[in-house]
């Protein structure tokens, strides 16, 4: 199974860069990094994904280490409404393995 | 957004009673899925499945049965509802293995209560 770590809790200040860590040490060389985010209840959101270069969307800009063990998801101006659980993971064979997340407070 | 939506949204039933979510996509995707999530277990996946009838066990499977007897429609059963499937259920859908459009998109959830 996908297995990843991310800190808990983070802060950010309104109109900062987030910069949310993941530590994916099991990823293998032909998986995606994926990165989701779930605000309250609602079903989870798709951000971002790459496979070893980094990547650039409209929400979000994804890091990837050299080795692929760790990325980082960058918000470049967090809002209010970027306070969510923010997920990283990646393909375990056919299966996305969540683990708890990193709760983004992102304060006026 | 992608298209897929969940029906019902919300259902309150009693322990011992059949239920049965749906799920739709408009996407014409192959893979879908079920998950649950429970405050201190996340997601965790129930079924999935990659074509029409074809479909295989999450790691949470018990007490829970699938069916894909259409592209677009993914059916999750609980033939006899017990509390401890007390959950919030989404659905999935992905694009094709191994291209770069390999991604799942969620849908918006049911919000499913066993009294």
């Known amino acids: 199974d996908a297995k990843t770590t991310q800190p808990p809790s983070m802060d950010c200040a309104e109109g900062r860069a987030a910069n949310l860590p993941c530590n994916h040490s099991?990823?293998?060389?032909?998986?995606?990094v994926y990165w989701y985010r779930q605000i309250h209840s609602q079903g989870p959101q798709y951000i971002i994904h790459?496979?070893?270069n980094n990547e650039t969307n409209e929400m979000a800009s994804l890091i990837i280490t050299e080795d692929r063990k760790s990325s980082t998801l960058i918000l470049p101006h967090a809002t209010l409404r970027d306070t969510a659980v923010y997920y990283c993971t990646h393909n375990a064979g056919n299966m996305l393995t969540f683990g708890g997340g990193t709760r983004l407070m992102v304060k006026p | 957004d992608a298209g897929i939506t969940q029906s019902p949204r919300h259902k309150v039933t009693e322990t011992g009673t059949p239920v049965t979510l749906r799920c739709h996509q408009t996407e014409n995707h192959r893979y879908m899925y079920w998950y649950r999530q429970d405050p201190g277990h996340g997601l965790r996946l129930i079924h999935y499945?990659?074509?029409?009838?074809?479909?295989d066990k999450g790691e949470v499977s018990d007490g829970y049965s699938v069916s894909r007897s259409k592209t677009e429609d993914f059916l999750l059963t609980l033939e006899s509802a017990t509390s401890s499937q007390t959950s919030v259920y989404f659905c999935?859908?992905?694009?094709?293995?191994?291209?770069?459009?390999?991604?799942?998109?969620f849908g918006p959830g049911t919000r499913l209560t066993v009294l």
């Open positions: 790459g496979l070893k």
């Open positions: 499945s990659y074509g029409v009838k074809d479909t």
């Open positions: 099991t990823i293998s060389g032909n998986e995606y």
């Open positions: 999935a859908i992905r694009g094709e293995p191994g291209l770069s459009t390999d991604t799942q998109y």
